[in-house]
Every structure is written in C-alpha cells, then in structure tokens.
C-alpha cells in the first residue's frame, strides 16, 4: 500500500512538472514574436489615460501579439502597467512582446518626417524653390524670412553677423547650410530656416572662429568669400587654391572680378558674362567693386569655409577655367600669364568641340 502511494506521488508530481513546464512554455510562446523579420510595420495608437487591458487589446487586434492576458500578465510583473505613453506608434511584428511594451513604455512615438537636400552652392532662391517644389513651404513666405528674419530667428543664434547693409539682397544667403535634412511633416518655413541655422552655428564652431580672428575676419566676411571660392570652384582639390587667389587679392586692394558675384545678380546664369554684365551697377559686382560684396552669394559647404578660412599660400594673382572637361584651372601669377592661360582654354575649347 505504501509503495503504491509514493508510486502516485511521484506521478503526480511528474505531472505537475509537466504542466508547469507547459505553462511555460506556452507562456514563452506567448511572448515570441507573431511574425519574422522583414515583414510590414503596423500602426497602432494609444489613447490617453489607455489601460493596460485596453492597450493589449489594441495589439491583439492589430496582430501584434498572440493573447491579451499574457500582455497585461507581463505589464503586472514588470510594473509597467502605469508606464504606458499615448500616441502614435509603429510596431515592428517582428519584435516580442517585452520589445513591444518597451517602445510603448518608453513613448517612442512615430513621427511622421520629410526630408530634403540643399546642395552646396545653392542660392536662397534656389533653396526656397527646392522646399517649395517638395511642398515644404511657401515659397514666398520663405524668401521673405530669408530677407528680413524675425527677432526670434536672429535672437536665438549668437553666431548669425548681418551687417546693415542697405543693399544686401538676402540676410540669410550663405547662412544656411547645405546639407540633407529630416523635418516633421508640416514643420513651419521658420523651424526649416533655424535647423538649418543652427546646423551652420555647429559646423562654424570655436576652431573656425579662431581661425577667422586670426586671419582678422569676421563670420560674414568668412562666409561671403566662402561662398564665392564655391561658387568658382569646380574641382575640389582647386578650392584652397582659389581662395589663395582671392586672399591675395584683397590683400594688395585689387578687386576680386568673380564671375559668381556677378552672376549672383543676373535672372539666369551665364557660363560668359558680357562687357555690359560686368558693368552693373550694385556692390555685388566685384569687377567694378574692390573687396567683398555685401554678403555671401550662396550656401558654401564645409570645404569651401575651410578653404575660404586656410587659403593656399601662393602668389597667384589669376585663375582661368582650362575647358579642357577636367574642370581645372590655369593660375598666373601676371596679366601676361593670364592671358595666355585664357588663350589655352579658348584653344582646348575650340578643340572639344571637333
């Protein structure tokens, strides 16, 4: 009798070792992932003041997780239960149970976003007819806070140097960096134009400042030869060069005669200006004008403003485009050699087109 009930004892607790390892299991079952990874993002919103048991049944009926119960068990033994953030979410199938009230608890939020790109070089007109084009902004609405910027734009960023200059087309030409950007989607003209901002504010930082004193600059004068050492240049490897050029001739009180600054004021770009375009009335023309114009003529990337901030030391005077395809320059040194060069170049171009 004795050896009958120990034989009954231990299957009962064989069987309840059984059962407890399949309520295990089952529970970890539960908790796996209901699909694999690469599957389709699913959105779910969370109501304020949702509970838990509401919050489960969303996912259940979104078809994130297997069983209502089991969510609300784990939130209990996690006290997540009060750690639920409202909002929009969008929920990876792939991810476990525990992953997925980690994002909800965390309040990782979607958000919807809209990128753009401004290439380096790009004008404050051309930027406002990108974001417009993508139907970011008021294309006007943007010029016009390109132009004149309110207090809380120039307010919030120490770094921004606009002189009062009757003349100067755009306060913001050359302020804003080119580059790509993420915004949330219908983020007003204004919040676009301060990222931007305060993107250049990071890439100007205390190094460049210092480099700006020491060449006895200051952060609008930088950015306006910056932005025309971009504008001339077509090679890279050419744009220390060019600023050297440029450097040397403010230097000695000689104007610039950038093509760019001139073009920067024409409806159209030219690859040659006329006699009659150098000759326009406006501080932008640098053929007529000696030094910097009133500011930048575009957006200058990184290594342009460096460029423009460690210029090659050389003696050239000149540069002139080979129009051989290498998108090179001839430099000199003279008027002479200048003229060669651009004998060359007009040479090389007859050649090309043969």
Same mark, same amino acid.
């Given at each position: 009798m004795r050896k009958r009930l120990l034989i009954a004892v231990a299957i009962l607790f064989i069987l309840l070792l059984l059962g407890a390892g399949g309520l295990i299991a089952g529970y970890n079952y539960m908790l796996a992932p209901v699909a694999s990874p690469g599957s389709s993002m699913i959105p779910v919103e969370v109501p304020p003041g949702a509970s838990a048991a509401t919050i489960a049944e969303l996912l259940t009926e979104a078809g994130l997780i297997r069983n209502p119960l089991v969510f609300r068990i784990y939130a209990r033994l996690n006290n997540l239960e009060q750690s639920f953030i409202a909002g929009? @979410?969008?929920?990876?199938?792939?991810?476990?149970?525990?992953?997925?009230?980690?994002?909800?608890?965390? %309040?990782?939020?979607?958000?919807?976003?809209?990128?753009? *790109?401004?290439?380096?070089?790009f004008t404050v007109e051309q930027i406002a007819t990108r974001l417009a084009e993508q139907g970011l902004v008021d294309q006007?609405?943007? !010029?016009? !806070?390109?132009?004149?910027?309110?207090?809380?734009?120039?307010?919030?960023?120490?770094?921004?140097?606009?002189?009062?200059?009757?003349?100067?087309?755009?306060? !913001?030409e050359g302020y804003l960096f080119p580059d790509t950007y993420e915004v949330e989607a219908g983020a007003t003209p204004e919040e676009i134009i301060i990222l931007m901002l305060l993107r250049m504010e990071s890439v100007f930082n205390e190094e460049r400042r210092n480099q700006c004193a020491a060449?006895?600059?200051?952060?609008?004068?930088?950015?306006?030869?910056?932005?025309?050492? #971009?504008?001339? *240049?077509?090679? #890279?490897? #050419?744009?220390?060069?060019?600023?050297?050029?440029?450097?040397?001739?403010?230097?000695?009180?000689?104007?610039?005669?950038?093509?760019?600054?001139?073009?920067? !004021?024409?409806?159209?770009?030219?690859?040659?200006?006329?006699?009659?375009?150098?000759?326009?009335?406006?501080? @932008?023309?640098?053929?007529?004008?000696? %030094?910097?114009?009133?500011?930048?003529?575009?957006?200058?990337?990184?290594?342009?403003?460096?460029a423009a901030l460690n210029p090659a030391e050389t003696d050239y005077l000149y540069f002139?485009?080979?129009?051989?395809?290498? %998108? #090179?320059?001839?430099?000199?040194?003279?008027?002479?050699e200048h003229a060669e060069n651009s004998r060359k170049a007009e040479e090389n171009k007859r050649n090309s087109v043969q």
């Amino acid at each position: 009798m004795r050896k009958r009930l120990l034989i009954a004892v231990a299957i009962l607790f064989i069987l309840l070792l059984l059962g407890a390892g399949g309520l295990i299991a089952g529970y970890n079952y539960m908790l796996a992932p209901v699909a694999s990874p690469g599957s389709s993002m699913i959105p779910v919103e969370v109501p304020p003041g949702a509970s838990a048991a509401t919050i489960a049944e969303l996912l259940t009926e979104a078809g994130l997780i297997r069983n209502p119960l089991v969510f609300r068990i784990y939130a209990r033994l996690n006290n997540l239960e009060q750690s639920f953030i409202a909002g929009k @979410y969008l929920l990876d199938p792939a991810m476990d149970l525990g992953e997925i009230a980690a994002v909800i608890s965390s %309040g990782a939020v979607h958000r919807e976003t809209e990128w753009f *790109t401004v290439p380096e070089g790009f004008t404050v007109e051309q930027i406002a007819t990108r974001l417009a084009e993508q139907g970011l902004v008021d294309q006007s609405q943007f !010029l016009q !806070l390109a132009q004149n910027p309110p207090e809380s734009i120039t307010g919030a960023l120490s770094f921004l140097e606009i002189p009062d200059h009757p003349e100067l087309i755009y306060a !913001l030409e050359g302020y804003l960096f080119p580059d790509t950007y993420e915004v949330e989607a219908g983020a007003t003209p204004e919040e676009i134009i301060i990222l931007m901002l305060l993107r250049m504010e990071s890439v100007f930082n205390e190094e460049r400042r210092n480099q700006c004193a020491a060449l006895g600059m200051s952060i609008h004068e930088a950015l306006t030869l910056a932005s025309i050492v #971009e504008r001339e *240049t077509i090679v #890279e490897h #050419e744009l220390a060069l060019i600023s050297g050029v440029f450097h040397n001739r403010l230097a000695i009180g000689m104007a610039l005669g950038s093509c760019a600054t001139v073009n920067y !004021l024409l409806p159209e770009v030219k690859e040659v200006l006329s006699e009659q375009d150098t000759q326009i009335d406006s501080p @932008y023309n640098t053929y007529q004008n000696p %030094g910097l114009p009133p500011g930048p003529i575009a957006a200058p990337g990184e290594a342009a403003i460096d460029a423009a901030l460690n210029p090659a030391e050389t003696d050239y005077l000149y540069f002139r485009t080979k129009e051989d395809g290498s %998108g #090179e320059s001839y430099f000199a040194r003279t008027a002479a050699e200048h003229a060669e060069n651009s004998r060359k170049a007009e040479e090389n171009k007859r050649n090309s087109v043969q």
